[in-house]
């Protein structure tokens, strides 16, 4: 007998919302779909979407006349403006004690605003991030909601029902959190996902100067996938190598032109942790590395002004091969120790309870970062739960300690050849400046002081006591305030 009424409702049919419609329909659930341009809700509905499982609605009157209360209508629509139009247009339309989730990528800020504004209309309100892209959509994603307590269990069955399976058969979704909390933790890990992406390519370029062809590449990917490395990213990266572009029959990522594109959420990533002054600097140069290869005509032009270095013989292949693989553990290593730290600042400033054992089981499946070695950062957070730092776990710190020869190695071998690591490079000298006790930023805080009388704590004064020295002899003894800003 079909269902009269829908378990939930998918506003927005474009790749992500056809596919968890299709998802939520395969596991048993009735789903609701509406469209702003209602002919593709007829043109869905006439193929894929054909399922008695799934309602098609043509009007937004119609749509949540067709949801089981409470109503849980899911916007996957683009992050801004059209997320805040698609809410004003459904209020009116809801009851209290009805859900709205956003599914889209929304900046967390946006998530807690509409969430204070839903509240007077005592509507529930759900910020959630959704990784795993089509075919995680499709297949099983990984889910990161949060919001409004109270929606949980009311989303929980549908959310977990659909998200992709761990290797020990956990759902990898569970509930983040107050209000952004959600939406904060998948911008983070869209910050990971550039910096893996861009030490991935940077791999690539010295495995290219250590004279392999592409095929001999995705080899190489392919066994790394097989050990500490194992990663989605790291899988697909070997498949892109080994295809041939149907039209010249050349490998096709030699003919894909050398300019990346972004959406936000890196940037968004970056310029939070710039906020709370939090160290998140290889996912900020992932995100310049990007912006610099937008210049596309300008490096042309710089390339024919500007002679490369003469090249640097490699006398062992296998070595600097071996190197390479352990350069990029430890600087994935890095990434993630960044990005969990962003989230720890974050969360106390947010008042949010993150559960960063939690994030990292359901980053295990369905999500673009899913890779092996989170489950050891899982683990990391179970023995600790107030660890301050990745690099500080004893499982990863053994890492460093034995990677960080052959990281160095492989940052010389590439500056000598001119061959461009901001990943690798950024990632290391985070590494350095976190494990040095006495930084040279003593003559940083001196000069402050010289020119704008900052002030200055002392290694012989408890922390806390600011002081001021007249450089010059002609200053006063007023100081400026201290403050960060």
């Keep these: ?154 989303v929980k069955p549908i959310f977990q029902g659909i998200a992709a399976r761990a290797k020990d058969g956990a759902p990898c979704c569970e509930w983040m959190g107050e209000a952004g909390a959600g939406h904060f933790v998948k911008m983070v890990h869209n910050g990971i996902e550039y910096g893996d992406m861009q030490m991935i390519t940077e791999a690539y370029s010295l495995l290219r100067l250590a004279g392999l062809g592409n095929l001999e590449i995705a080899d190489t990917f392919a066994a790394w996938n097989q050990g500490e490395l194992e990663s989605y990213l790291v899988e697909i990266t070997a498949d892109i190598l080994r295809k041939k572009d149907e039209a010249t029959g050349q490998d096709l990522v030699d003919v894909i032109l050398d300019t990346a594109g972004q959406k936000g959420t890196g940037k968004w990533t970056s310029t939070v942790a710039l906020d ?59 990434s993630y120790a960044q990005g969990f730290q962003l989230m720890r600042l974050v969360a106390a400033e947010q008042q949010w309870k993150l559960e960063y054992g939690s994030i990292a089981a359901i980053w295990r499946g369905g999500c673009i970062i899913r890779a092996g070695f989170l489950e050891n950062i899982r683990q990391a957070y179970a023995t600790d739960s107030s660890l301050a730092n990745l690099l500080l776990d004893p499982y990863f710190a053994s890492i460093m300690q034995s990677h960080q020869a052959a990281w160095r190695r492989v940052v010389c071998t590439a500056t000598m050849n001119g061959i461009w690591i901001p990943a690798f490079s950024s990632a290391l000298a985070y590494f350095d400046g976190y494990r040095t006790a006495r930084l040279s930023t003593n003559i940083l805080q001196a000069q402050r002081d010289y020119f704008g009388a900052h002030t200055y704590e002392r290694t012989d004064q408890p922390r806390g006591q600011f002081f001021h020295t007249n450089w010059t002899g002609e200053g006063g003894t007023t100081s400026a305030s201290t403050y960060n800003v």
């Design 1 to 154: 007998m079909t269902q009269t009424k829908a378990d939930i409702g998918i506003i927005g049919l474009a790749v992500m919302g056809e596919n968890l419609i299709l998802n939520m329909a395969s596991k048993g659930f009735t789903v609701a779909a509406f469209n702003r341009t209602v002919e593709k809700v007829s043109a869905f509905k006439a193929a894929r979407g054909s399922s008695e499982k799934i309602l098609g609605a043509h009007t937004l009157e119609e749509f949540v006349q067709s949801l089981e209360r409470p109503r849980r209508a899911m916007l996957m629509v683009k992050a801004g403006a059209a997320v805040d139009a698609t809410i004003a247009q459904l209020v009116p339309l809801l009851e209290a004690g009805d859900i709205i989730i956003d599914g889209g990528n929304s900046h967390f800020d946006d998530t807690n605003r509409r969430m204070k504004e839903l509240e007077a209309h005592g509507i529930l309100f759900v910020g959630s991030g959704v990784s795993g892209g089509e075919e995680g959509a499709l297949k099983g994603p990984s889910i990161m909601p949060g919001g409004a307590n109270a929606a949980w269990e009311h």
């Design 276 to 334: 709370v002054g939090s160290p998140a600097s290889t996912i900020a140069e992932a995100v310049f590395a990007r912006c610099l290869s937008a210049l596309k005509e300008e490096r042309v032009h710089a390339s024919s002004l500007i002679a490369a270095p003469s090249p640097v013989p490699i006398a062992d292949r296998a070595g600097l091969i071996e190197d390479v693989r352990q350069a990029l553990f430890a600087s994935k290593i890095c």
